[in-house]
C-alpha cells in the first residue's frame, strides 16, 4: 500500500483541458493519453469547460469564447501549483489559452496544435514533408498562419510543411455523424494531402480525430501503396501534447 501511494505522488500530473463541453470528445482524448509509452509515469487530470462554452469550436468566435469560460471556471491558482505539473490545453487551434495559461500557471503549458507541428518536425527524414488533416474551411487559413507564427517561418514557401486539408466536417461531427460519413470525408482529404507531395507524416488536425489513425492509413495505401502507407507517421495531438509535456517536466527537472 506504502509503495502504491509513493509510486502515484511521483507520477506527472497533466490536466488535460478540452475547452469545449463535449464530455465525449474528453473521454476520447483521454484514451488517447493513456495510450502513450510514458503514460505508465503520468496522471491525466481530465477537465472539460461547462456548457456556457461551446460544444464544438470551429472559428474565431469560437474560441475567444471557450477562453472566456475557462478562465471564468479555473481553480484557484494554489490549487493549480499543488496539483497539477503541466497543462495541456486539448483543441487543435491556435487557442488564446495557451498564453494566458502560461502566464497564470508556473509549470509548462502547450496546446496539441504546437506539439504537434514540434512531433511532426522531429520525424521527418531528408526531403520529407509534414501536413495537417483537420475538420472545416475555415482552419486551412487558421492553422496555416498558425504554423507559419509558431515557426517564424511562411509555410507557403516551406519545404517541410505541405499544407492544411480539410475535409468539411466539425469537432463535434464525429460524435454525431455516421461512420461511414465520417471516414468517407476524412479519406478524401487525407488523399488530396497525401497526393500533394513527399507527405511521410500527417498530423490528425482536431482533438475529435482521436483513434481514427486506421482512416488515414487506409487513404495512404489507396495513394501510396502497402509498404509505404505503413512506414507514414500518423501523429494524435492529444499523445503528442502529453509526450512534450513529460520530456518538459523532465527538462526542467535536469536543467535548472
Not at 34 to 50: F, G, K, L, Y
Request: proline content about 4%; glycine content about 8%.
Amino acid at each position: 500500500m506504502g509503495d502504491s501511494v509513493s509510486s502515484s505522488k511521483s507520477k506527472m500530473r497533466i490536466l488535460l483541458l478540452n475547452p469545449n463541453s463535449s464530455q465525449d470528445m474528453t473521454s476520447r482524448m483521454v484514451r488517447a493519453a493513456e495510450s502513450t509509452p510514458v503514460s505508465n509515469s503520468v496522471q491525466v487530470h481530465p477537465m472539460t469547460a461547462s456548457c456556457a462554452a461551446p460544444s464544438s469550436i470551429d472559428d474565431s468566435q469560437d474560441i475567444q469564447s471557450s477562453t472566456t469560460v475557462v478562465l471564468s471556471e479555473l481553480p484557484p491558482a494554489d490549487f493549480a501549483r499543488n496539483n497539477w505539473d503541466a497543462i495541456l490545453v486539448a483543441c487543435f487551434s491556435v487557442h488564446s489559452l495557451v498564453p494566458a495559461l502560461s502566464n497564470w500557471f508556473e509549470g509548462p503549458v502547450t496546446g496539441i496544435f504546437e506539439a504537434s507541428i514540434l512531433t511532426a518536425m522531429s520525424l521527418l527524414g531528408p526531403g520529407e514533408q509534414w501536413g495537417i488533416v483537420t475538420t472545416g474551411r475555415f482552419w486551412e487559413k487558421h492553422l496555416s498562419d498558425g504554423v507559419c507564427e509558431f515557426l517564424g517561418a511562411d509555410p507557403r514557401r516551406s519545404t517541410k510543411f505541405a499544407g492544411v486539408a480539410t475535409s468539411g466536417l466539425t469537432a463535434g461531427d464525429f460524435h454525431t455523424v455516421s461512420p461511414e460519413e465520417v471516414s468517407a470525408k476524412l479519406s478524401l482529404a487525407a488523399k488530396g494531402l497525401l497526393e500533394s507531395g513527399n507527405i511521410a507524416c500527417v498530423v490528425l488536425g482536431c482533438g475529435g480525430m482521436a483513434g481514427l489513425e486506421d482512416i488515414i492509413r487506409c487513404a495512404a495505401v489507396h495513394v501510396y501503396g502497402e509498404q509505404r502507407a505503413r512506414k507514414l507517421y500518423i501523429v494524435d495531438g492529444v499523445k503528442a501534447g502529453i509526450m512534450q509535456l513529460h520530456q518538459c517536466i523532465n527538462g526542467a527537472r535536469t536543467f535548472r
